[in-house]
């Protein structure tokens, strides 16, 4: 059982997006420093790493929520989250129009199917929206105003940044979500035993060059849902 005496708090952030938009080179350049060129995975990954926040070491727990499934809203993601960072590619604008799905099925629908727990699962739920590979700005789909006015529509915070060029926004933007988080953390509604179950501290991939740790997890077994263009009402 963990000691919450002994062990730092610990912050569980969810990475999601569409596919190819960069969320697994995002995450490895935040924990290491480096980029990661082809990564791609069909499943989700956890990374785990103690981090300075504010001069206090922190648990972080990061989820890369495989954008391999779109159909399938990662409601186990979020609930087990205590904030979400969307991530869209600025080249893509049905990746942007994936975010703002997930944005506004966040705010219509609870995730859970109560309406209490989805209030308080999404309002008080720190949010950020990202819009990566700005250094690609002449294949730019996605105006930064949009960005901007999607984010100020859902009470997130905004970002522009280059995964690839190292561009300080990313770090920023990370750090304001983290420092957004309450500590020490609220409390779960949700079994992150059942959603990780032994997979933490279980196999390590050593082929990333994180000094925490990396663990795939399967598929969440979710609730079957429609897709999202077809949940708005
Ligand atoms: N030009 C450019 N390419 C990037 C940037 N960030 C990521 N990429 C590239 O985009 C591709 C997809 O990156 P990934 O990190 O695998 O994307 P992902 O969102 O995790 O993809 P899935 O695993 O399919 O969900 C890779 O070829 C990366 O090298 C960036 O800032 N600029």
């Not at 905004?158 to 190292?166: P, Y």
């Amino acid at each position: 059982m963990r000691d919450e005496r002994a062990c730092p708090p610990r912050v569980r952030i969810a990475v999601i997006g569409s596919s190819r938009v960069g969320k697994s080179a995002l995450i490895v350049r935040y924990l290491t420093r480096r980029y990661i060129g082809e990564y791609h995975s069909n499943t989700d990954l956890l990374y785990r790493q103690t981090v300075p926040i504010n001069g206090t070491p922190v648990e972080l727990e990061v989820i890369d929520v495989s954008g391999s499934n779109l159909d399938t809203f990662p409601t186990e993601q979020i609930q087990w989250a205590d904030a979400c960072l969307l991530v869209y590619s600025v080249t893509d604008r049905s990746s942007f129009e994936y975010a703002t799905d997930i944005l506004n099925t966040l705010k219509k629908t609870p995730v859970n199917g109560s309406p209490a727990h989805g209030a308080a699962a999404t309002t008080c739920m720190p949010l950020a929206l990202l819009g990566n590979k700005t250094d690609l700005d002449h294949l730019r789909q996605v105006p930064t105003k949009e960005g901007q006015a999607m984010s100020t529509l859902h009470g997130a915070s905004f970002s522009e940044a280059s995964v690839a060029d190292n561009s300080g926004d990313l770090y920023r933007c990370v750090d304001r979500l983290l420092t957004e988080v309450r500590m020490p953390q609220r409390t779960r509604k949700f079994s992150v035993t059942k959603m990780l179950g032994s997979l933490i501290g279980g196999t390590t991939n050593n082929n990333q060059a994180t000094r925490g740790s990396m663990v795939a997890c399967p598929r969440v077994p979710a609730p079957s849902r429609p897709p999202l263009a077809a949940a708005a009402p």
